[in-house]
């Protein structure tokens, strides 16, 4: 490699030099690898589903904070691109963090992102019943039945995953077209019905009261935490360094496409939770609506626009909820590969089938325990937590790229940011506050986890490494 262009290096040469085996197949290209990415995070999906949260807890806040949010994520697709091409493993964030960082903090980022596999399925599944319900008056209304509704959606996304990455991703760009076009209908409608400046949401941000009866004023420290909770929105666009063992040509393109997922991620989602806001007649009926945006589209639009926008959305969303699945299913496959649970847990997850090379039992994990969490749990609570992993994964990352170009100057990296340092030096900083403005409760939660794993890495994962060391040692 160091005798090598950088960015001519082979994404499956510079793979089998890191030691690992080609076993999933290339079929993917940058743009294929950008188009699976942004289905993942769904501009569509995001802002009609999970931007409920934010909406929710911080009102109108989330006008700035989406603007905040969305400068960040660039900033990380920058980091990102150059951690992408340098380790293009499957594992994508697990990967780059494993590479990075010292073993217990690793341990932990890796289970952190891992545990997302648990949450942003079911919440996704839960906006989809949702969406059902709201298409399909008739059905029952009950919180039970959303439960029940969204088990079954994920088990039809499990029977769509599970068949090879070829044909998810072909139906995945079939229905992102279908995507772009709701974005279209929608951004056009509300650029032609404008209700008030942004300014104005900027400067007076409003958010429900307690008794949703009437607005009441937010100041900066709501803008702080919508910021924290868009985490879990604006997100997915790393997706694209999950698909990095299947992606064609040189280590730069994985780099290429992170970054550019990024940016269409960040632009697309903020201007679309923008538009909506400056286009509510009413702002406490757009907070107090069960979907704020498909109020805009009913009452600029009419009831037949509403209805065909809600069926685009179910199915951007259930597109998203799919390769959601593949992608967390290659994040556990990799990490089984790399023993991160105990051996007989991960002779299991690492079985690929024959003809697909499908992680199909990884696969089956992932939606089995959506299917369980479904039932325990609310699409708010499970972004609003969910949005701090997400947090501490690119917190743990940015560190990580300041410690790779200081312990590591002389490696060759296919994708070098530019401005380094400032990339990862305004990553952590905005992270760090985002994450300080969560709730107590959000924030006491997440440090319950850590502790847990740190606990699992000292008493389970480092005694095996030692033990495996002297082994080798006596041989």
């Given at each position: 490699m160091e005798n090598s262009d950088p960015k001519l290096i082979g994404a499956q040469a510079r793979l089998e030099e890191l030691g690992y085996k080609q076993e999933l197949q290339r079929t993917l290209t940058v743009g294929g690898n950008v188009t699976m990415a942004v289905a993942n995070a769904s501009p569509v999906m995001a802002i009609f589903i999970f931007a409920l949260a934010p909406l929710a807890v911080t009102g109108t806040a989330s006008a700035a904070a989406a603007i905040l949010q969305s400068?960040?994520?660039?900033?990380?697709?920058?980091?990102?691109?150059?951690?992408?091409?340098?380790y293009p493993i499957s594992g994508g964030l697990y990967s780059i963090v494993r590479h990075l960082l010292p073993k217990p903090l690793t341990f932990i980022a890796?289970?952190?992102?891992?545990?997302?596999?648990?949450?942003?399925?079911?919440?996704?599944?839960?906006?989809?019943?949702?969406?059902?319900?709201?298409?399909?008056?008739?059905?029952?209304?009950?919180?039970?039945?959303?439960?029940l509704i969204a088990a079954i959606v994920l088990l039809v996304a499990l029977l769509v995953g599970i068949k090879d990455i070829a044909t998810s991703s072909t139906v995945t760009k079939i229905l992102m077209v279908i995507q772009m076009a709701i974005l279209g209908v929608f951004l056009f409608l509300c650029f032609t019905?404008?209700?008030?400046?942004l300014t104005e949401l900027i400067?007076?941000?409003?958010?429900?009261?307690e008794t949703h009866t009437g607005?009441?004023?937010?100041?900066?420290?709501?803008?702080?935490?919508?910021?924290?909770?868009?985490?879990?929105?604006?997100?997915?666009?790393?997706?694209?360094?999950?698909?990095?063992?299947?992606?064609?040509?040189?280590?730069?393109n994985v780099g290429k496409a992170v970054l550019i997922s990024a940016i269409l991620t960040a632009v697309l989602m903020s201007i679309t939770l923008l538009a909506s806001m400056i286009a509510a007649p009413d702002l406490k009926a757009y907070l107090s609506a069960v979907s704020p945006l498909l109020y805009i589209v009913e009452i600029h639009g009419g009831p037949i626009l509403t209805t065909l926008i809600n069926v685009g959305v179910l199915l951007a969303s259930f597109t998203a909820l799919v390769v959601l699945i593949i992608y967390m299913a290659r994040v556990f496959y990799t990490g089984a590969r790399d023993r991160v649970w105990p051996d007989t847990v991960n002779h299991a997850v690492t079985k690929v089938s024959g003809s697909a090379q499908i992680p199909w039992v990884a696969t089956l994990i992932i939606a089995t325990v959506s299917i369980v969490m479904v039932f325990a749990?609310?699409?708010?609570?499970?972004?609003?937590?969910?949005?701090?992993?997400?947090?501490?994964?690119?917190?743990?990352?940015?560190?990580?790229?300041i410690v790779s170009r200081v312990k590591n100057?002389?490696?060759?990296?296919?994708?070098?940011?530019?401005?380094?340092?400032?990339?990862?030096i305004v990553v952590i900083i905005g992270l760090v506050v985002a994450i300080?403005?969560?709730?107590?409760?959000?924030?006491?939660?997440?440090g319950i986890f850590y502790l847990v794993a740190f606990v699992y890495y000292f008493l389970y994962i480092r005694p095996r490494t030692k033990r495996e060391s002297r082994h080798s040692q006596n041989l």
């Open positions: 400068i960040l994520v660039i900033f990380i697709g920058i980091v990102l691109a150059e951690l992408g091409a340098l890796v289970l952190t992102f891992m545990l997302q596999a648990f949450i942003f399925p079911p919440s996704l599944a839960l906006g989809v019943a949702t969406y059902l319900q709201l298409l399909f008056p008739d059905l029952p209304q009950t919180p039970l039945a959303t439960s019905h404008t209700q008030r400046p400067l007076s941000p409003q958010m429900l009261n607005l009441i004023a937010t100041g900066f420290t709501g803008v702080l935490m919508s910021m924290g909770i868009l985490f879990g929105v604006i997100d997915g666009y790393a997706a694209s360094l999950g698909f990095a063992e299947e992606t064609k040509g040189t280590s730069r749990t609310s699409l708010i609570n499970l972004v609003t937590f969910g949005s701090i992993l997400i947090a501490t994964v690119y917190l743990l990352i940015a560190i990580g790229a100057p002389e490696i060759p990296r296919p994708f070098k940011m530019p401005l380094f340092p400032l990339p990862p300080s403005s969560q709730s107590l409760q959000d924030m006491v939660t997440a």
